[in-house]
């Protein structure tokens, strides 16, 4: 009697929670829908005017109604290629540094400290970035100042996240390396990156996506013009920033062309994460030998 | 525990319904304290400095009435008067034909209340007095005069020493009004010199200086030697910054200040709503970079206190608001519009 009815009431929760979890989920995928339903609804206008040249021309002329994104385009990628370029060797080196090399008393206070970083918001390291490190180096405006001060946004988190992904390696497997005479550093090869790599490239992605949706501090030092060139130190500009400069004096067909350019960053962010999937996937089917 | 936290909560509401905000229906005339209105303003940066030194003389003489205005944009103040969001919001240009739709309140009125110039600033070793023109103001922002020798700058200085030095043109990075006006007078003034257009933002040549704001501009200029940019004229004074004397139609170069900028708008008439251009103004005093700022009220409000307290304001704004704006470096809009504009808020209907 007592047992049963304590059945019944558990199978009520056990569905209540099974239909909380699912609509969770829902949202999720409905919000997500819907955000790209309707900017992209409202990008029509500029695309039905451009059409395809507004990927490929570099010309952004509000007077003249010409919206070409591809110097914007340009802008997102190569900043945050340097700033990837420049964030992932430091991050994987302090989370192997932390979880393989660091003595156990400088472990948990660095651990502790680095959590922190990664909570705070990464506009404070960008106006440090910005108003010390950027004039300490002597960095114009320019693609490198950008990335640099990106790179230093999101190498917490990187480093975060890494070091929690690392830290999973099993222990037995890497005393396994050991027994065998493995070096540190083989061990690191043979267990700890094998074990990690889909983590890491995970840690990574999520950093792009935060280095590549950065405005404000990106719209201090970028220089905020068009520039397609391979030179670092060549002033740019970049999706977000025209996005955040623009937005709040665009009449119709202009605010149109910005939200096809957020829909644009959109699209390049699940292409990303896609491809960076894919590569995982891969890599670890691969390495598994299936 | 929990029980303190409930009454706590409670509390916390009662303070809310009891606080100023909530209770603008019962707003006695005069009364201090208790029954204070809030009226929420929105829009123009560019008439920020106007609206805070207003701000701060009305509480003076309304301590019943509290007003706020949160600035973010011209285009912003017109969304935000269109979907009532604010009580009144201001703005460096009209709406547009296939905005004016979207304006949910019904009739409202454009209440020209502040007039601004458009400062050339520029940063050169030893030269205290500049002249430029359309013309060559024209060629130098779109790069075609890069030397502050060149004969045309030269030809509008006659007998002055200008350096050979580089020019380096400041403007702004984000869309803004001070733009567009810039834009509008070189399209208009300068004869065919320039190509780019005009709007809140244009397609600047690839070697030109971006500074977010008035003050990213202002920075530029202060820091770099042979730099020229355009910018509110209270900015460049609080940056001390020197300004070029710009040349108007009637063929004189003016100086910006609260006399040239009001003379701008002299002899101007504006059409029935209260529209009208001050750029490039035909008077022989007339500085001819001059802008005009409105602000907008519905007709027709739907709450009695904050209808009256809005009357209230914007008389104060068109009266003694206007003696103020000379210190800030902005100018007063000729009486006779003044008095337009104070028909117009006598139109205001109440419940």
Known sequence: MQLSELRGRSQNADRAF???AAGAAGIVLVVLALIAITMTDR??????RMGLGFFTQTT????????????????????????????????????????????????????????????????????????????ALGLQPSYLAAGIILAIMITPIITSLSREVIETTPVTDKEAAFALGATRWEMITATVWPHSKGGLVGAVMLGLGRAMGETIAATLVIGNTVHVTANPLAPGYSMPTVIANEFGEAEPLHKSALIALAVT?????????????????????????? | MKRSGSIQLAAAVAVALASPGCKTSEAPPGGGGAGKVTINGSGATFQKAAQEIAIEAFAKVRKDITVNYAGGGSGKGR????????????????????????VKGGAFFYIPNVLGAIAVSYHLGGVDKLQLSADTLAKIFQREIKQWDDPAILADNPGAKLPSAAIVVARR??????????????????????????????????????????????????????????????????????????KNQAGTYVTPDAASVTAA????????????????????????????????????????????ALSAWFKFLLTDGQKLLPEIDFAPVPKALADKALAQIEKIQVP
Not at chain 2, 186 to 195: D, F, M, P, Q, V
Not at chain 2, 265 to 293: H, M, R, W
């Open chain 1, 18 to 20: 099974r239909w909380l």
């Open chain 1, 43 to 48: 990008a029509r206008p500029v695309l039905g």
């Open chain 1, 60 to 135: 952004w002329s509000v007077p003249t109604n010409t919206y070409g994104a591809l110097g914007f385009l340009y802008g997102t990628l190569y900043t945050a290629v340097i700033a990837i370029a420049i964030a992932v060797p430091i991050s994987f080196g302090v989370a192997l540094f932390v979880t393989q090399v660091a003595p156990r008393w400088v472990r948990r206070p660095l651990v502790y400290v680095i959590d922190l970083l990664a909570v705070v918001p990464s506009v404070v390291f960008g106006l440090w970035g910005l108003l010390v490190m950027a004039p």
């Open chain 1, 265 to 290: 960053l959109f699209l390049i962010t699940i292409a990303v994460n896609l491809a960076a999937t894919w590569i995982v996937q891969r890599s670890m089917r691969r390495s598994r030998g299936t």
């Open chain 2, 79 to 102: 969304k935000e008067l269109a979907d009532q969001v604010v009580d009144y919001a201001c703005t460096d240009a009209p709406y547009k034909a296939e905005e004016a739709a979207s």
């Open chain 2, 173 to 246: 990075a984000d869309g803004s009004g001070t733009t567009e006006n810039f834009t509008r007078y070189l399209h208009e003034a300068g004869g065919g010199a320039w190509k780019l257009g005009s709007g809140s933002t244009v397609a600047w040549p690839g070697d030109t200086q971006a500074g977010n704001g008035n003050n990213g501009v202002a920075g530029i200029v202060k820091k770099t030697s042979g730099a020229i940019g355009y910018l509110d004229l209270s900015d460049a004074i609080e940056n001390k910054l020197r300004y070029a004397a710009v």
């Open chain 2, 265 to 308: 708008a002299e002899g101007i008439t504006p059409d029935d709503k209260l529209l009208f251009s001050a750029l490039n103004g035909k008077g022989v005093a007339a500085y001819p970079l001059t802008a005009q700022s409105w602000c907008m009220v519905y007709e027709k409000q739907t709450d009695k206190a904050k209808g009256e």
